[in-house]
Nanobody, 123 residues
Framework: QLQLVESGGGLVQPGGSLRLSCQASGFTLNSYAIGWFRQAPGKEREGVSC????????NYLDSVKGRFTLSRDNAKKTVYLQMNSLTPEDTAVYYC????????????????WGQGTQVTVSS
């Protein structure tokens, strides 16, 4: 059974950093692309970043390019989202999701989701 568990969220001041982790279990992580999405209060969920199966290709939402870095350690069955220079606009619940074949912006293309981790950027 595909399971994903996010961790690493919390409260951080503007300009600060956080590293989110997505721990996979119940499936072979290196056979899946992993996407990160976020949902801010009162807004629709949006795709933030995605990494392909091998980790050789990543993509990012324009507003996080240059600040967020996505990586994966298939041996540890974990995907990491390093977030730097955080702003209040990054406040949201962050979710990771697994896609059996490729990165996609469509939530319906993903086979499983984590429960989310809250990121709050505030002074």
């Amino acid at each position: 059974q595909l399971q994903l568990v996010e961790s690493g969220g919390g409260l951080v001041q503007p300009g600060g950093s956080l590293r989110l982790s997505c721990q996979a279990s119940g499936f072979t992580l290196n056979s899946y692309a992993i996407g990160w999405f976020r949902q801010a209060p009162g807004k629709e969920r949006e795709g933030v970043s995605c990494i392909d199966m091998s980790g050789s290709r990543t993509n990012y939402l324009d507003s996080v390019k240059g600040r967020f870095t996505l990586s994966r350690d298939n041996a540890k069955k974990t995907v990491y989202l390093q977030m730097n220079s955080l702003t209040p606009e990054d406040t949201a619940v962050y979710y990771c999701a697994a896609n059996r074949y490729y990165c996609s912006r469509l939530e319906s293309d993903y086979d499983g989701w984590g429960q989310g981790t809250q990121v709050t950027v505030s002074s």
